[in-house]
Nanobody, 124 residues
Framework: QVQLVESGGGLVQAGDSLRLSCAASGRTFSIGAMAWFRQAPGKERAFVAAITWNEMRTYYADSVKGRFTISRDNAKNTMYLQMTSFKPEDTAVYYC?????????????????WGQGTQVTVSS
Protein backbone atom coordinates (compact mmCIF):
# COMPACT_ATOMS: atom_id res chain seq x y z
CA GLN A 1 0.00 0.00 0.00
CA VAL A 2 0.97 3.59 -0.54
CA GLN A 3 -0.11 6.57 1.50
CA LEU A 4 -0.23 10.05 -0.01
CA VAL A 5 -0.44 13.21 2.04
CA GLU A 6 -0.95 16.61 0.44
CA SER A 7 -0.04 19.88 2.09
CA GLY A 8 0.33 23.54 1.23
CA GLY A 9 -3.20 24.57 0.39
CA GLY A 10 -4.77 27.77 1.61
CA LEU A 11 -6.44 31.05 0.77
CA VAL A 12 -4.71 33.11 -1.92
CA GLN A 13 -5.51 36.12 -4.02
CA ALA A 14 -5.61 36.32 -7.77
CA GLY A 15 -2.07 36.65 -9.06
CA ASP A 16 -0.48 35.03 -5.98
CA SER A 17 1.72 31.96 -5.94
CA LEU A 18 1.53 28.79 -3.87
CA ARG A 19 3.28 25.42 -3.76
CA LEU A 20 1.53 22.17 -2.98
CA SER A 21 3.39 19.10 -1.80
CA CYS A 22 2.45 15.44 -1.89
CA ALA A 23 4.52 13.05 0.20
CA ALA A 24 4.35 9.35 -0.58
CA SER A 25 5.07 6.68 2.01
CA GLY A 26 4.70 2.95 2.34
CA ARG A 27 5.51 0.70 -0.59
CA THR A 28 7.02 3.41 -2.77
CA PHE A 29 9.62 1.20 -4.40
CA SER A 30 7.83 1.33 -7.72
CA ILE A 31 6.29 4.64 -8.72
CA GLY A 32 5.52 4.98 -12.39
CA ALA A 33 3.91 8.39 -12.36
CA MET A 34 2.16 10.88 -10.15
CA ALA A 35 -0.38 13.52 -10.89
CA TRP A 36 -2.46 16.37 -9.55
CA PHE A 37 -6.19 16.55 -10.02
CA ARG A 38 -8.66 19.08 -8.67
CA GLN A 39 -12.33 19.15 -7.93
CA ALA A 40 -14.40 22.28 -7.67
CA PRO A 41 -17.80 22.29 -5.93
CA GLY A 42 -20.41 20.62 -8.07
CA LYS A 43 -17.91 19.53 -10.71
CA GLU A 44 -16.12 16.32 -11.59
CA ARG A 45 -12.52 15.71 -10.67
CA ALA A 46 -10.33 17.27 -13.35
CA PHE A 47 -6.77 16.61 -14.43
CA VAL A 48 -4.19 19.29 -13.67
CA ALA A 49 -0.72 17.89 -14.33
CA ALA A 50 1.27 14.65 -14.29
CA ILE A 51 4.90 13.60 -14.13
CA THR A 52 6.63 10.29 -14.80
CA TRP A 53 8.81 9.37 -11.88
CA ASN A 54 12.02 8.22 -13.60
CA GLU A 55 12.06 10.21 -16.84
CA MET A 56 10.34 13.28 -15.38
CA ARG A 57 8.22 13.76 -18.46
CA THR A 58 5.38 16.15 -17.75
CA TYR A 59 1.93 16.85 -19.07
CA TYR A 60 -0.40 19.73 -18.23
CA ALA A 61 -4.02 20.58 -18.67
CA ASP A 62 -4.46 23.52 -21.03
CA SER A 63 -6.08 25.53 -18.26
CA VAL A 64 -2.88 25.58 -16.18
CA LYS A 65 -0.18 25.41 -18.82
CA GLY A 66 2.33 28.18 -18.33
CA ARG A 67 1.08 28.94 -14.81
CA PHE A 68 1.61 25.69 -12.90
CA THR A 69 4.75 23.57 -12.73
CA ILE A 70 4.88 19.97 -11.57
CA SER A 71 8.08 18.47 -10.19
CA ARG A 72 9.29 15.70 -7.92
CA ASP A 73 12.06 14.93 -5.47
CA ASN A 74 13.00 11.28 -5.78
CA ALA A 75 14.98 11.19 -2.54
CA LYS A 76 12.02 12.51 -0.56
CA ASN A 77 9.33 10.61 -2.50
CA THR A 78 7.57 13.94 -2.80
CA MET A 79 5.81 15.63 -5.68
CA TYR A 80 5.18 19.34 -5.96
CA LEU A 81 2.88 21.69 -7.78
CA GLN A 82 4.12 25.25 -8.05
CA MET A 83 1.14 27.43 -8.86
CA THR A 84 1.37 31.02 -10.03
CA SER A 85 -0.94 33.67 -11.49
CA PHE A 86 -3.99 32.30 -9.74
CA LYS A 87 -7.44 32.76 -11.19
CA PRO A 88 -10.72 32.43 -9.29
CA GLU A 89 -11.51 29.31 -11.31
CA ASP A 90 -8.48 27.60 -9.74
CA THR A 91 -10.47 27.31 -6.52
CA ALA A 92 -10.82 23.59 -5.78
CA VAL A 93 -9.73 20.72 -3.62
CA TYR A 94 -6.44 19.51 -5.05
CA TYR A 95 -5.67 15.81 -4.93
CA CYS A 96 -2.45 13.98 -5.66
CA UNK A 97 -2.51 10.56 -7.24
CA UNK A 98 -0.02 7.79 -7.95
CA UNK A 99 0.15 4.91 -10.38
CA UNK A 100 2.59 2.01 -10.55
CA UNK A 101 2.89 2.09 -14.33
CA UNK A 102 4.58 4.87 -16.20
CA UNK A 103 2.73 7.10 -18.63
CA UNK A 104 0.83 10.35 -18.23
CA UNK A 105 -2.87 9.57 -18.23
CA UNK A 106 -5.33 12.33 -17.44
CA UNK A 107 -8.06 9.93 -16.34
CA UNK A 108 -8.58 9.51 -12.58
CA UNK A 109 -9.43 5.80 -12.77
CA UNK A 110 -5.94 5.03 -14.09
CA UNK A 111 -4.34 6.03 -10.78
CA UNK A 112 -4.38 3.50 -7.95
CA UNK A 113 -3.63 5.67 -4.93
CA TRP A 114 -5.02 9.00 -3.83
CA GLY A 115 -4.41 11.56 -1.14
CA GLN A 116 -7.10 13.13 0.99
CA GLY A 117 -6.95 16.49 -0.79
CA THR A 118 -6.02 20.02 0.16
CA GLN A 119 -8.20 23.07 -0.34
CA VAL A 120 -7.04 25.99 -2.46
CA THR A 121 -9.31 29.02 -2.47
CA VAL A 122 -8.64 32.00 -4.71
CA SER A 123 -10.23 35.30 -3.79
CA SER A 124 -10.56 37.95 -6.46
Amino acid sequence: QVQLVESGGGLVQAGDSLRLSCAASGRTFSIGAMAWFRQAPGKERAFVAAITWNEMRTYYADSVKGRFTISRDNAKNTMYLQMTSFKPEDTAVYYCALRRRTGLPDTPRLYEYWGQGTQVTVSS
